[in-house]
């Protein structure tokens, strides 16, 4: 009960002091949540949910995960006859050769992420005592018994992973693992470069690791024109004036991506 205890205290401390840190941080607007903004490809992105409203992890991922770690509060004592049995388990501890081990804690926040985004990790290792190594992306660390990190898939990384996996290592042989997932949206759009007035235009779009996607154009006289998939070629409403059309996408991670596209009126 006392590692729990202090398990909770360590990650509310955590979480206190890098969003202080972080004001901005998208992963700090993912944890407490942040509400209508919208970024484009050129921007840094935060998180946003489709219909437009942060969402906070910290309002539930991490009320559940507190639950979870106390519903494995109950009695940890065992018979004597268990005890040298050596090998038993009870609420997530493995007793071997009379010798306990306590799962260590490891949580990143989010774990679905876009290259270049910043990414949480916690740890928290059974003993303050204990030594501890960390690996994401394959580097190896020393680090603390327990600790916070941010990290992040850099753009400069030859290879573009897909999935990895962050392991945390304590010295007293336990060990626990994140998976993680890494997206990398893009859209492209083209249309004719110009149209006489009166005519068409024709609008082609492809996007990557997009959910959702709006087609929409700035002509006030066609204010209710719109076309939706990830991927399209369309034809235009008619040219009679320069319009520009912007392609709003909502990525895997719930962020908002735009592109857009000029068509000059001849």
């Known amino acids: 009960m006392k590692y729990k205890i202090f398990t909770i205290t360590f990650l509310f ?3 206190f002091t890098f969003s202080i ?16 903004l919208v970024y484009d490809m050129d921007s840094q992105p935060i998180y946003q949910t ?15 995960f507190l639950s979870d770690l106390f519903s494995n509060s109950t009695s940890e004592s065992g018979t004597s ?16 050769n009379n010798t306990e081990i306590v799962d ?4 990143c926040l989010p774990n679905v992420v876009e290259e270049s985004e910043p990414f949480l990790v916690l740890w928290q290792c059974q003993d303050a ?3 501890a190594s960390l690996t994401v992306l394959g580097e190896q660390r020393n680090v603390g018994s327990s600790g916070v990190s941010v990290e992040s898939i850099l753009q400069a990384t030859d290879s573009k992973p897909r999935s990895f996996q962050v392991s945390l290592a304590c010295s007293s042989g336990a060990q626990a693992f994140c998976d993680m997932s890494v997206i990398y949206p893009e859209i492209s759009l083209v249309a004719d470069g110009s149209v006489q007035t009166g005519d068409t ?16 154009s700035d002509d006030e006289n066609y204010a209710d024109w719109r076309r939706v998939g990830t991927e399209g070629s369309v034809v235009s ?21 735009t592109k857009e596209v000029t068509v000059e009126e001849l």
Request: hydrophobic content about 30%.
């Open 201 to 216: 235009a024709s609008i082609q779009w492809s996007t990557t690791d997009m959910t959702t996607c709006v087609l929409t």
């Open 237 to 257: 409403h008619k040219i009679t004036q320069d319009t520009t059309f912007k392609l709003t996408c909502t990525t895997k991670t719930g962020l908002i991506k």
């Open 104 to 107: 260590p804690v490891l949580t």
């Open 50 to 64: 489709d219909s437009g409203e942060g969402e906070s992890w910290f309002g539930s991922g991490f009320l559940n």
């Open 129 to 131: 005592s204990d030594s």
């Open 81 to 96: 006859d268990d005890a040298q049995s050596g090998d038993w388990d009870i609420n997530s501890q493995t007793y071997e």
């Open 13 to 15: 401390t955590a979480l």
């Open 21 to 36: 840190a972080q004001a901005e941080n998208p992963v700090t607007d993912f944890l407490f949540g942040n509400t209508g």
